[in-house]
């Protein structure tokens, strides 16, 4: 592994990469940490020492995916989450509008297109989220009116509110371009895919905090054996994310002019999680909505109704809690699944161009056997990605505080953390083999 560092640092194209992506990280991160203006950066500091970050309810995924930006509310409040929303939507909606699906199929020009709607997209979500972010902040729900002694926007310093808040909106907006920017310009011109560099960056940058938190509140004995599990947990994780089934395809011979062309073999890898962690934010956005909802009823005399959905939907140790959580992601695993991966058009290519898998004819039974495979190979795929999903919920229950509801060593962390690290180091390790240098993977 370390000589494996070290030939691609010896590699001079290899080493500007990898210098280029660490540079485009580190104004990153000082993006993530820079105070906007009108924001009264003591004030958050105190908020976050006196009730902590954990207890900012619906915004604590967005918080970990931010590297603890937003609650700061920092040039790059909002990170990558506009841009992985506005992809994620027009990827659903390829399957409802044609033009986007006739864009998908004409190749690179087509994407361009939509990486175009993306970027236009993700502007317009960065401006509703951050109108949004600021008005919480201003109205002090930002931290569940727990911090009403420390205004994290201060008023009376002389500028008109409005623009105060204009500025604000405008400025977040903006970190928001630049942060999509940062991560096209790594994809570019560094190493790995840009965006997933990013959130990995963030999630990594969370971690040295709340591990030192749970020392100092749980102890020595606690910390290792989290440590312990964690390595037991990532092990699992990286086996699975690298599975897949290989289904055999064979080419037949076909004579165009006076050459030979076909007749090799190949195979289709179909992955246990097909899906990736898209399931899991889809999951965990639905179940963020109760408690949303439940911030526009009285927090002072709440009603039955209002104390049992608080008790056993938003409470994250409750069994209902888990039970819903565990059946949303199977359930949206499925549905991601069969929108993203369709047999039928995988099979029509594969008859268009004289393939066939060995055993089964062309056509519809080669689509009802890919179908067949994959719901065979989504189940345990789902399971997995439910079962880990809703182990910081038993990490809640175990460590029994509030501190540590959504603290990154389970779950999206773990799964983005691991799935982006797989893929930068094969992709340094494919740059290496080609220069005949022993690559990370053995």
Sequence with gaps: MLSAFL?????????????FTVGIIAVYRLGATLPSPGVSYGNVQKC??????????????????????????SVFALGIMPYITASIILQLLTVVIPRLEQLRKEGQAGQAKITQYTRYLTLGLGILQSSAFVALARSGQLFNNQCDQFPIVPKGTGIPDWLTLTILVMTMTAGTGVVMWLGELITDRGVGNGMSVLI??????????????????QGWWKFFLVLALVLVVITAVTFIEQAQRRIPVQYAKRMIGRRMYGGTSTYIPLKVNQAGVIPVIFGSSLLYLPQ???????QTDPGKTQAWIQNNVVDPSSPLHIA?????IIFFTYFYVSITFNPTEVADNMKKYGGFVPGIRPGKPTADYLDFILSRITLPGALYLGIVSILPNFFFIWLNSEQFQNFPFGGTAV????????????????????????????
């Design 7 to 19: 030939s691609a640092f010896r590699t001079p194209d290899l080493r500007k990469k990898l210098l």
């Design 48 to 73: 976050l020492d006196t009730i902590g970050s954990a207890n900012t309810g619906v915004l604590n995924l967005l918080d970990l995916f931010s590297g603890g930006a937003l609650l700061q509310l």
């Design 200 to 217: 990995f960056t963030s999630i990594a940058a969370r971690l040295p905090s709340e591990g030192w938190r749970i020392k100092t509140q």
């Design 292 to 298: 949303l909802a439940l911030q526009f009823f009285d």
């Design 324 to 328: 819903i959580y565990f059946l949303l």
């Design 415 to 442: 799964l983005i953390m691991v799935g982006v690290g797989l893929e930068t180091v094969k992709q340094i390790e494919s740059q290496l083999m080609q220069r005949n240098y022993e690559g990370f993977l053995r």
